[in-house]
């Protein structure tokens, strides 16, 4: 059984969400360790440095342990982008080779399929096949206005404006993938890119919104 891309985006805003509440709390875990030096070095035996150092001990713990939330919730989504739905187009039912090649026999008994055999040379020599570059890519790269390769950011960003279209949505990575061209592998990266250089934003709801 399958999930939802819809799902996987959540789980994606989920991690993110706690990727930032990580960071938060490493920058006041170095605020708490500054603060601690600063009142070691006026009053090291004194009451402020006993509480100073309390704090600081909380908020380390309180950072191991979103560490450690931030690394389950990463593997979560691993598994659960090995499992999601990707929706495949259905293609029409091509005539069968066989039921095009049927001939109906002739009044006199004979066929046509057998007259045409009869009468038929054969024509020594071989047929040109025509060969096929190797190594040609599926997915054009996307180039800018001057001919070179666009960052894996910067095409995901130009698949979202297309998939987005101003709107506010959830995302699936299997979409943004098709649509950029990137491998799903790169998807991930290139969306915690557009979250540090702030071009995109994803809502408590796992929407995505262009800035």
Same mark, same amino acid.
């Given at each position: 059984? #399958?999930?939802?891309? $819809?799902?996987? &985006?959540?789980?994606?805003?989920?991690?993110?969400?706690?990727?930032?509440?990580?960071?938060?709390? +490493?920058?006041?875990?170095? &605020? /708490? #360790?500054?603060?601690? =030096?600063?009142?070691?070095?006026?009053?090291?035996?004194?009451?402020?440095?006993?509480? *100073?150092?309390? +704090? =600081?001990?909380?908020?380390?713990?309180?950072? /191991?342990?979103?560490? &450690?939330?931030?690394?389950?919730? #990463?593997?979560?989504?691993?598994?659960? %982008?090995?499992?999601?739905a990707v929706d495949t187009p259905v293609l029409p039912a091509l005539?069968?080779?066989?039921?095009?090649?049927?001939?109906?026999?002739?009044?006199?008994?004979?066929?046509?399929?057998?007259?045409?055999?009869?009468? *038929? &040379?054969?024509?020594?020599?071989?047929?040109?096949?025509?060969?096929?570059?190797? $190594?040609?890519?599926?997915?054009?790269?996307?180039?800018?206005?001057?001919?070179?390769?666009?960052?894996?950011?910067?095409?995901?960003?130009?698949?979202?404006?297309?998939?987005?279209?101003?709107?506010?949505?959830?995302?699936? /990575?299997?979409? =943004?993938?098709?649509?950029?061209?990137?491998?799903?592998?790169?998807?991930?990266? %290139?969306?915690?890119?557009?979250?540090?250089?702030?071009?995109?934003?994803?809502?408590?709801?796992?929407?995505?919104?262009?800035?």
């Amino acid at each position: 059984m #399958s999930i939802a891309s $819809n799902t996987l &985006s959540h789980l994606q805003a989920a991690g993110m969400a706690v990727h930032i509440a990580a960071e938060a709390l +490493q920058q006041e875990l170095q &605020s /708490h #360790s500054q603060a601690l =030096m600063e009142q070691m070095a006026l009053q090291p035996f004194g009451v402020e440095a006993d509480g *100073a150092y309390q +704090q =600081m001990r909380q908020v380390a713990r309180l950072a /191991h342990e979103i560490n &450690s939330l931030e690394q389950q919730l #990463s593997a979560i989504y691993q598994e659960a %982008s090995q499992v999601v739905a990707v929706d495949t187009p259905v293609l029409p039912a091509l005539p069968s080779a066989r039921r095009g090649r049927r001939i109906k026999p002739a009044v006199g008994g004979d066929s046509v399929q057998s007259r045409d055999i009869e009468d *038929a &040379s054969v024509v020594e020599g071989k047929l040109a096949v025509p060969k096929v570059p190797r $190594n040609v890519s599926k997915r054009p790269l996307a180039k800018s206005t001057n001919g070179a390769t666009l960052p894996n950011a910067d095409r995901l960003l130009r698949a979202l404006q297309k998939i987005l279209k101003g709107k506010v949505k959830p995302v699936g /990575h299997a979409e =943004m993938a098709q649509v950029s061209g990137l491998p799903r592998g790169s998807v991930g990266a %290139s969306i915690k890119k557009l979250l540090e250089t702030e071009k995109l934003a994803i809502d408590d709801d796992g929407a995505f919104r262009l800035i």
